[in-house]
């Protein structure tokens, strides 16, 4: 277990490093950060002093190993746009994020699951075939088209929800968080049902597979024939076997939409970290860009070391082996 | 207790609905964007002054065409060749108190070069040599050689207290600590991206401006900020989109204000002696460049149909323009006249330059700088084919464009420029002026044009300080750079706010600032 966890980590490390070279090798070709910020009355000794104050005019090489040891200091830079350290930067828009994230995955998760399960259940039912034609409409219709719906219908037609923007924020345990309260939860809603409805399908079609193919299972059978309760093979045997699948991609989802949420976050115009990261790169922001992306990737290899935690715990057949 | 909570949570939900009404004296503002920071010498962006101003005052500040009117300087003129005296307003008091008095600008020049960013406000001190206070209220300048506009970069000289120390930064500027100006608004609070916001000062030297709260909300997406108004979210937006614009003005409960903007769609054909990309000719690169060849220029102008560019391409959110500032600023020549379209004349001008079948060029655009510049560069290139061209039109993301444009990678490129100063030597000084890194001049001259006539003109300006004799030269200057087609203006871009009826009346501004101060409640 504790070999199993090294070997993970120090493969994160591996695909940080690597990371961080494609991200400063790629913000290198597309051109001089400073060609795209400066102003167009500048002239060319002011341009040439920039070039040199951020190190610039260095070879690659020399500004990649300069922000290396940087980070080893535990210094990830300071953005180029704002003159604040990157990580008071990102912090102070990841918990927007993760709210909007956590609330949208619970919602996904509470309705997409009971739905796939009750879809497999009773395949041939008027409610299945319906669940599962909403739940194509769900990871096939365009994320901002829906938002742009949403806000048409509920903010501008009806005037029950804000358009957009997150509300305000209270105290709740440690955390400053808009839900801790109604005005918080008004603003939440919309954002994180649209954020939702691709995650939903896609958990619906997930485990009325798993459900429908373990209908069939000799296991299941079995129980029937012991005269167990439907309700019991279904929750405790059936789920369990099906979670495996349901878990790594709800996992990689987790991830996905905590690093990109970006067009709900637009639409919506939430002040997440999506946002940002789109308008460093519109700016080149490249302290940002490279620290940002960095935390993504650990962000992915913990969520990955988590469901694979819980793999372990969900089929006993599961080992977790150093290096594997 | 659900249900408690439910109900209480609704009824909060109805309150914020009915807020704007009750509140009449807040004024909450959608944005396109906002400030980087709260410092104001940090950065020369537009959206960051146009913010701050609300905080800071600055020297000199400019009217709604952009022209020069006192700010915390009452008067400025010029004693000597060498030498610019200002006179302070009195009575002046900062947010803490405190009162202003001419060391306060000394300071302010002074911390501008130690605490700069990547879009350095130095640029508008780099004519200042040094600082003399002589009185508390009169200032001296001296500059490194003549400097005529200094009056004008000082439009962006935000004036903090001496007190501020030159070493601190956007945090203590950003938390609140630090964000102490003389101007009509007291800051609150802001975030990156986030909202800023402002409350009324009511010891304004300009009398405290009409409205108490004011919260400028950092809207990026067009139509998220349009849906804003339409929920009462906000009370203005800016930037609105033609498609909507067309919309709004059938709608009763919304009110729009449309002007010209400062912005100019430019197309800049390279006249160096090899072309970066090359011209062919029945798949074969040409000799030479034709580019280089006055009568090419005029039949690419003359094969531009700019009324419908303006009324079809922009959906009316546009005027034809003839030079590359708007009338009114400093410098702007009425010799010119409109610029006709005439296929025929072209064609006739083009066959004479020796492509009577026409050639194959390059032709490179921005795509998200402006509204309109992605459709405009594909409208071009069609009336172009129409005098039997073929242009391969890319339009690019500013992020590819930019720095690629710099190294001087297109032959023929456009973008947008707007006269950001209201005078023509930061534009022509900047664009048609031969490249000159010593004089500062043609750092954006990316064409390689270069005409000693011209440079004659604009020199002989550039060292006048008489405004008037300044004003007929420059006008001169444009008009011999226009008549050669250095670079050839299309469109100037026009700019919609819109507001909810009945709420606010505002005089829209060519700069396409939102001041607060200057909206007044209907």
């Known amino acids: 277990m504790f070999g199993y966890l090294v070997a993970r980590l120090s493969q994160a490390v591996v695909v940080v490093f690597a990371m961080s070279v494609i991200v400063f090798v790629g913000v290198y070709a597309i051109g001089n950060p400073i060609d795209v910020m400066i102003d167009p009355g500048a002239t060319q000794e002011i341009r040439e002093n920039l070039i040199r ?34 990580t008071s930067l990102v912090f102070s828009r990841l918990p927007a994020t993760l709210e909007l994230v956590l609330v949208s995955v619970t919602i996904a998760a509470c309705i997409g699951i009971p739905a796939g399960l009750y879809a497999g259940y009773r395949p041939n039912s008027i409610g299945a075939k319906l669940i599962m034609a909403l739940s194509v409409l769900g990871f096939s219709v365009p994320t901002f088209w829906i938002g742009m719906l949403l806000i048409m219908a509920f903010a501008v037609e009806l005037g029950w929800l804000p358009s957009g923007g997150r509300g305000e924020v209270a105290e709740f345990l ?8 109604s005005n918080g939860w008004s603003h939440i809603i919309m954002p994180a049902v649209n954020l939702s409805l691709f995650k939903m399908g896609l958990l619906i079609r997930l485990t009325r597979a798993g459900m429908v193919e373990a209908m069939g299972a000799e296991y299941v059978r079995f129980a029937r024939a012991q005269g167990l309760p439907d ?94 | 207790m659900l249900r408690n909570t439910l109900r209480s949570g609704l009824a909060t939900l109805a309150i914020l609905a009915a807020a704007p009404a009750v509140m009449a004296q807040d004024l909450t503002i959608g944005l396109r964007a906002g400030p980087d920071s709260i410092d104001p010498h940090w950065s020369t962006l537009g959206s960051q002054a146009e913010a701050l101003r609300h905080v800071f005052d600055t020297l000199v500040d400019v009217d709604d065409k952009l022209q020069l009117k006192p700010g915390l300087a009452v008067s400025w003129e010029a004693i000597d060749d060498t030498t610019w005296e200002f006179k302070m307003r009195e009575g002046v008091k900062f947010h803490d108190g405190s009162d202003f008095d001419a060391e306060d600008v000394k300071f302010s020049i002074e911390r501008i070069p130690e605490v700069t960013g990547p879009m350095p406000m130095t640029l508008y001190t780099k004519y200042v040599d040094s600082v003399e206070v002589i009185d508390p209220t009169t200032l001296r300048i001296k500059t490194k050689g003549m400097a005529p506009s200094l009056p004008n970069d000082f439009t962006r000289l935000f004036v903090v207290p001496t007190e501020t120390g030159k070493d601190v930064g956007n945090e203590e500027f ?60 906000v009370d203005l937006i800016n930037y609105v989109p033609a498609t909507d614009y067309l919309s709004m003005k059938g709608d009763n409960n919304l009110e729009t204000f449309v002007s010209d903007s400062v912005y100019i769609l430019n197309i800049a054909p390279s006249v160096k002696d090899e072309e970066p990309q090359p011209i062919k000719v029945n798949g074969k690169e040409v000799e030479g460049n034709p580019l280089q060849d006055l009568r090419v220029r005029k039949a690419l102008d003359l094969a531009i149909n700019r009324d419908v560019l303006v009324n079809v391409v922009l959906e009316g959110l546009g005027k034809p323009a003839t030079q590359l500032m708007p009338e009114g600023f400093f410098g702007y020549t009425d010799k010119l006249g409109k610029r006709e379209y005439d296929i025929e004349q072209a064609k006739k001008l083009l066959a004479e330059a020796g492509y009577p079948d026409g050639f194959e060029i390059d ?37 590819v464009y930019f720095p690629a444009a710099a190294r001087e990678e297109f032959t023929m490129t456009m973008s947008a420029w707007g006269t950001l100063t209201g005078e023509a030597a930061y534009t022509y000084g900047a664009l048609t002026h031969t490249k000159d890194a010593e004089k500062g001049f043609g750092n954006f001259n990316r064409s390689g044009y270069s005409n000693p006539e011209f440079d004659r003109v604009f020199g002989e300006g550039s060292q006048t300080l008489d405004p008037d004799a300044r004003r007929a030269l420059y006008e001169e200057a444009s008009f011999i750079a226009m008549e050669d087609r250095a670079l050839i203006p299309t469109v100037i871009l026009q700019t919609v706010w819109a507001a909810k009826s009945g709420v606010l009346d505002m005089n829209p501004r060519v700069d396409q600032e939102t001041r607060a101060y200057e909206i007044t409640p209907e």
């Not at chain 1, 210094?75 to 704002?82: I, N, T, W």
């Not at chain 2, 490179?364 to 005098?387: F, H, I, K, Y």
Request: hydrophobic fraction near 45%; charged fraction near 15%.
């Open chain 1, 53 to 86: 104050q951020y190190g610039l005019d260095q070879p690659l090489w020399r500004q990649y190993f300069t922000f290396v040891g940087n980070v080893f200091q535990g210094d990830l830079g300071r953005s180029m746009v704002y003159n604040i350290s990157v």
């Open chain 1, 174 to 181: 440690w955390f400053k968080t808009s839900l801790a309260t």
């Open chain 1, 231 to 324: 309700r019991q093979i279904v929750f405790s045997h059936i789920l369990r076997n099906i979670s495996i699948p349901v878990v790594t991609v709800f996992g990689l989802e987790l991830g996905s939409t905590l690093a990109f949420a970006v067009v709900t976050e637009t639409v919506f115009n939430w002040p997440g970290v999506g946002k940002l990261i789109i308008d460093s790169i519109l700016q080149l922001d490249r302290p940002v860009m490279v620290s940002y992306l960095v935390m993504v990737v650990i962000l992915f290899v913990l969520i990955n070391l988590i469901v694979d935690l819980i793999y372990a715990r969900l089929d006993p057949r599961v080992r977790l082996k150093g290096g594997s």
């Open chain 2, 174 to 233: 950003n938390s609140g600590e630090k964000a102490i100006g003389t101007g009509p608004y007291t800051f609150v609070s802001w975030q990156p991206k986030g909202d800023l916001v402002l409350e009324r000062f009511d010891g304004y030297w300009g009398g405290a401006p009409a409205w108490e709260k004011v919260t400028r909300k950092e809207i990026p997406d067009d139509a998220a900020r349009v849906a804003a108004l339409k929920s009462g979210q």
């Open chain 2, 363 to 399: 032709f490179t655009c921005t795509n998200n700088r402006v509204p309109g510049d992605a459709v405009v560069c594909e409208a071009l290139a069609q009336m172009w084919s129409r005098l039997g061209l073929t242009v391969n039109a890319q339009a690019l993301n500013g992020t």
